[in-house]
Each structure stands twice: as C-alpha cells, then as structure tokens.
C-alpha cells in the first residue's frame, strides 16, 4: 500500500492510499521516432542561438544566476510573498490531516487538471463509507501537496464504478462581461417639422 492520507470533514474520517493513474493508459500515447535516409534512428539535438553550436539532448539544463551572470546556489534562495516577508512552508498532505470541504460542479468544471490520483483502502468500511457519500452527488475540495512546498494544488475527490479518485491541478478564475444591455435614450424634444410629409419622398 502506498503512502496514506488521512481526510477528515467534520467528525467523520478516511484512511487512504493514492496511486498516481498513468495518463498514457488513460489517453494513449504517441511514440515519434525520427530516422535517416538509411532507417538509422536520429538523435535529438538544439541549435543555440549563435547558430552554430549543437547541444544534444540531455546536455541542457536551467540556471539561476545574479545579476553579474554568476550561477547562484538554489540552496541559497528562498521564497517571500510580496510584501517581502518570507514565505510559510505547506506541509505534505501525508504529515497532516486534510480537511474536506464540499465542493459544487462548477468547481469541478472549473479545475484544470493536471495529475490524477486514485485512493486505494485497507479498510472496506471507510471506502464504502466515503462512496456512500460521494454517490449522492456530493464533491469534496481540498488543497494536496505531495511533499512540503510552498503552495499546494487544488484538488477534487469524485466516484465512479472503477474506484474514488483526486483530480489534482489549479483552479481556474473567468473574468465575465456583465449580461446588460445599454440604456436606450429617448429624446423627447422632437422638432414639430418632423411631422410634416415630405412630399418629395413619395
């Protein structure tokens, strides 16, 4: 069994494991092999941007440096939010208990997904007792982080006949238009000659 979480809401609780769903069983995948005029497979290389020099793959890397260009330790770094103070540490969702919050189905609409977990239980109970729940249309929230960081994913528990799953990701925020349409302006002060037939128009 793998690592455990422990879910609470209110004064009910669950115990489970998560196994990371290979998106590729999920969607499939594509493997794009290049070859050349012989059939022979092709190694993958980037060119800089000298045009000349050939880095193969594999031999690149991303880099912190200061100012003067020189590489600094990440080791040396840490994080603070914007008023300058230093950032808190999110525990790993296996060090504490994670609270449940119920969720809606725009929630769930609205979560761009990026890992999928399933929960796996040693007790039969507890997962009978957490799919009850959730087969009556009911959604959970929570914030998930697998090991301590300094920000934690959105995620959303949901059931289905192959098991109870958390959809991992960030939460996405839509900025709407208002639905109103402008005021129609009426003026009132019609000139009287507009009345009067223009008989040229006949």
Do not use: H
């Amino acid at each position: 069994m793998s690592r455990k979480i422990n879910f609470t809401t209110g004064k009910q609780s669950w115990q489970a494991g998560i196994t990371k769903v290979d998106r590729n069983k999920v969607y499939g995948y594509i493997d794009e092999e290049v070859t050349d005029i012989n059939g022979d497979p092709c190694s993958i290389a980037n060119m800089l941007d000298d045009g000349n020099t050939i880095v193969l793959q594999g031999l690149t890397a991303m880099k912190t440096v200061d100012p003067d260009n020189k590489e600094v330790d990440k080791k040396s770094l840490k994080a603070v939010y914007m008023d300058g103070t230093d950032a808190d540490i999110v525990p790993s969702s296996f060090q504490e208990d994670v609270k449940l919050s119920e969720a809606t189905i725009d929630d769930l609409f609205d979560l761009e997904v990026s890992s999928i977990y399933q929960l796996g239980f040693e007790d039969s109970e507890q997962e009978e007792s957490l799919k009850e729940e959730l087969k009556k249309g009911k959604l959970y929230r929570f914030i998930f982080n697998f090991r301590a960081g300094y920000e934690g994913a959105d995620a959303i528990l949901l059931a289905n006949n192959e098991g109870i799953f958390a959809l991992t990701g960030r939460m996405l925020e839509f900025a709407y238009l208002e639905n109103k349409a402008a005021d129609i302006i009426i003026d009132d002060d019609d000139d009287e000659d507009d009345d009067e037939m223009d008989f040229s128009m006949l």
